[in-house]
Structures are given as C-alpha cells and as structure tokens.
C-alpha cells in the first residue's frame, strides 16, 4: 500500500498529477483512510506506469493522443486484455506514421537534389486521400488553407498528379507532427532555396505567427513512441499473462 507521495515518487509523477490522473479514470478509484488520505495498491502503481509510458514521447498529439488515451482509459477500468488489444493497434498506427514520415523525408531529400517526378499517374481526391491514410476532408482542408493548389480539368474537377500526391505526402506527416499551418506553408515556399535547413525553417516562428510546441525531428520522435508503446506492451502483457 502507498501514499499518494509514495506512489508518485515510484513513477516519476508529481503528487498533483498522480490526482489529477484518478480524476481523469486513468487509474482505478482509489479507496481513503477515515482521515481522508489516499491508499494506492499495486494496480494503481500498475495503472499510472502504463499511463506515465505511454505518454512519455513528445509525439503524442492529436489523433495519435486519443488512441493513447483509450489504453489508458482501458487500464484505469482494470481491462487489461483490451488494453493489450488497444496497444497493437496503437503500435501499428505509430508504425504506419512512420512509414509516411520516412516516405515524406525521402521525398524532401529528392526535392533538394532537384530530381524530377517522373510519372503519368494521376488520381482522384478520394484515391488521393486512401493513398494517404487520410480523409478526402482533410484533403480539401489543406487545398483551403492554400497549402497545396491541384490542377483542374475542363469540368472543373481537381486532377491530382505524383508531384501533388508527394506534396500531400509531406503536408500530412507534418499535420501529424502538430506542425502548424504557417510553418509547413514556410516548408514548401522556402524547400527550393539552396541547402535550406529543413528543421530550422519549421522551428523558427516569424513575427506573424506562433508555432505549435512540437518534436525536433518527427521521424525520430516517431520512433521514440513505438518504442514508448513496445515498451507499454510489454507490461501489458506480464500483467495478462498472470
């Protein structure tokens, strides 16, 4: 049994956060002396290393957060097996994510050697939009937001080419990233000067615009999460294998 300082110390938390988390059910409620202290067992150490492993990378961001919050959730209602079952496919997420990212980066790099696309390939928005493991929304929200301009047929409709699909390709990993709009329009105008330090460009915020906190470098920080997530599987499945 432990103390709410006890525990706190034992996972690297602060007494307020470890509260704060009982409060959110990322742990199990926890039971109080008659004089109103706090009792926490090994499932609620349990509980709070899982949530303290999950959310340890930096990358844990919109879409990718909210599935990391659903193994927490899942912990805190002491359903382990689903939680297990919630973490492979979290995993597989975060290594879909990094395939974008290495794919992205890779583009980046042929980019600034100046290598020309070669392909007759053209798609629809909603072929576009599978490709990516996106939405056709969020296609047409990045067109909006001026990040991308797509060529038109005569009927009007968008006719999206291997040039638009690697443009799309770097602006869908960077949203993942929590890169701001402003900064990856600064990316794309700024990635045909010579030598243009990629990371410096997206980190460094002019006097118009605030830049979201994000990674340094996505990839890595990619990386991080699903060994951050292995990591969590692991535990997971010591706890349901007993």
């Not at 797509?150 to 960077?174: A, F, H, T």
């Not at 002019?206 to 969590?232: F, M, N, P, R, W």
Request: with cysteine.
């Amino acid at each position: 049994m432990y103390k709410t300082k006890e525990i706190a110390t034992l996972v690297g938390l602060h007494p307020n956060t470890v509260r704060i988390y009982e409060e959110w059910g990322f742990i199990s409620p926890v039971p109080r002396k008659a004089n109103g202290y706090r009792i926490y067992s090994d499932t609620h150490l349990f509980q709070l290393k899982i949530a303290r492993t999950i959310f340890r990378c930096e990358i844990v961001q919109g879409d990718i957060r909210k599935k990391a919050r659903e193994i927490v959730y899942a912990c805190g209602k002491e359903d382990f097996i689903k939680a297990e079952q919630l973490t492979i496919n979290y995993l597989a997420n975060l290594e879909r994510e990094y395939s974008h990212a290495l794919a992205a980066t890779k583009i980046v790099e042929r980019w600034l050697k100046e290598e020309s696309t070669v392909s007759s390939c053209t798609y629809s928005r909603k072929e576009v939009a599978l490709l990516l493991d996106s939405t056709p929304e969020a296609v047409r929200n990045w067109e909006r937001n001026g990040l991308i301009k797509v060529p038109r047929l005569d009927n009007g409709n968008r006719l999206y080419g291997e040039r638009e699909l690697e443009q799309l390709r770097i602006i869908r990993s960077l949203r993942s990233a929590h890169y701001s709009i402003n900064a990856i329009l600064r990316l794309l105008k700024q990635i045909q000067q010579p030598s243009p330090d990629i990371v410096a460009i997206l980190n460094s915020p002019t006097d118009e615009e605030d830049i979201v906190s994000v990674t340094d470098q996505l990839g890595t920080s990619l990386l991080d999460a699903i060994a951050d997530a292995k990591d969590t599987l692991a535990l997971l499945h010591e706890k349901t294998t007993f």
